[in-house]
Structures are given as structure tokens and as C-alpha cells.
């Protein structure tokens, strides 16, 4: 059928949509009392972006169910939640996530995460060892912050940074421009694209009105 993606077909679309649903409901679950930095938006609809922008870029059903709870160990619970993940899912999504995670520290208990910078540059670094499904699923995440990062500069101008660990834009500019590095020729070009695109837009405005001038 004419616009089916790969692997998906009008009498099969799904590989195992039990899989999908068990991944809905443990990530609604989990991110349930969770709002997005800035403004208050529902975590899950995060969640349900990547989810969306993955199957969109021919993602399978485990990488779908991996972008439905790629910040559940991350955010609620570390290995345990990897544990349960493999339990209630399998262990495929399990390791997924596990490799979309730059945290296993179980915040729930108390446990503190190391530091933003070195979280982020471990992350980076282990982009370079991961397969191109982590990948996907990873640049499927980051440009939907980059797309939500766009519309609250425009809702709310520059002090949107103010809700991040570093308030300089540069330092963003840097992290998001560094992972499109390591995304470069490994995930679908129309991907590497609006990703490319989106970081420019967001770079131009935040520019734009360093410089006191009106945003694009």
C-alpha cells in the first residue's frame, strides 16, 4: 500500500501493538504527576511526540515502546525500573532505554545524578558505541525539545533558560549542536534535516534578541 512505511502493512501495521499498550500504560504511570520545564504541559505529551515522530521515521514497535518510557529510569527510578521495564515489557525495550538514559541514579530514594555537564558529555560519548535504532530514538527525543524549546521561546522570549540548569543559551547551542554531530549520516536524512533546521531557528532567535532586535 502506497505510504506504508517499511515494515508496517495495511493488514499488519503493527509488529506487537501489546507491546505499545503495556508501554502507554507504565509511562502514563510513571510520568503521570510530572509537568514539561517552562511551562505546564503534561509530561506524557513528550512522551507521546517521540513515540509519534519514531513511527513517523519507521521506527519498530520495540523502538516506539522505547520512546514512550526512554526517561523512565531516568527520572523514576533507575535500575529498578529498567527491572520492572524488562518484566512488564521485555528485555529489548529494557536495554533501549537503558542506552537512552545519561542517569541510572534512583532519584525516588534519594540518590543524586552526577552532574549536568558530565551526564551529558557521557551521553554524547556513548552515542558513538550505539547501534542507529538508539539513535533514532534519541534524535526523534531531541527534536521534539528542540521543537518545544522554539514555541516557548516564542511564548515566552528569553526567559525561557531561566527554567534549565544553564541559563546560557550557548551552552544548549553547544549540547544540541554536538549530539546533531553524532547523529550525522545515521538516522533518516528528512530527520538530520528539521533537526538541523530547528536548532537554527531556535539560534537565530535566541541571536536576535541578545542582540535587541526582534526575533524572526
Known sequence: ????????SAEQPWQDFSLIERALSLS??????????????????HLWSVAALVL???????????????????DQGGEPVLARIAAELDDEV???????????????????KQDWDTRKRGYMASLAQADDRVLLVSACDKLHN???????????????W?????????????????????????????????LSATLERLRSRA???AAGLSPP
Not at 500500500?1 to 508496517?8: E, H, I, N, Q
Not at 524549546?149 to 525561557?160: A, F, K, M
Not at 546533531?180 to 534535516?193: V, Y
Request: hydrophobic residues 40%; glycine residues 8%.
Open 1 to 8: 500500500m502506497k505510504g506504508v512505511l517499511p515494515g508496517r
Open 28 to 45: 502514563a504511570e510513571l510520568h503521570r504527576s510530572q509537568f514539561r520545564k517552562a511551562r505546564n504541559v503534561p509530561y506524557v505529551a
Open 56 to 74: 513517523e521515521h519507521g521506527g519498530d514497535d520495540h523502538q516506539v515502546a522505547a520512546a514512550l518510557l526512554h526517561d523512565a529510569a531516568e
Open 94 to 112: 529494557a536495554d533501549l532505554v537503558r542506552q537512552l538514559s545519561d542517569s541510572l541514579a534512583d532519584t525516588t530514594t534519594g540518590e543524586a
Open 146 to 160: 528542540l521543537r518545544s524549546l522554539l514555541s516557548d521561546h516564542l511564548q515566552l522570549g528569553e526567559s525561557v
Open 162 to 194: 531561566s527554567h534549565f540548569t544553564h541559563a546560557d543559551p550557548a551552552v544548549h547551542f553547544w549540547y544540541y549542536g554536538s549530539l546533531l554531530d553524532a547523529f550525522r549520516g545515521r538516522i533518516p536524512p528528512s530527520l538530520e534535516q528539521e
Open 207 to 209: 541571536g536576535a534578541a
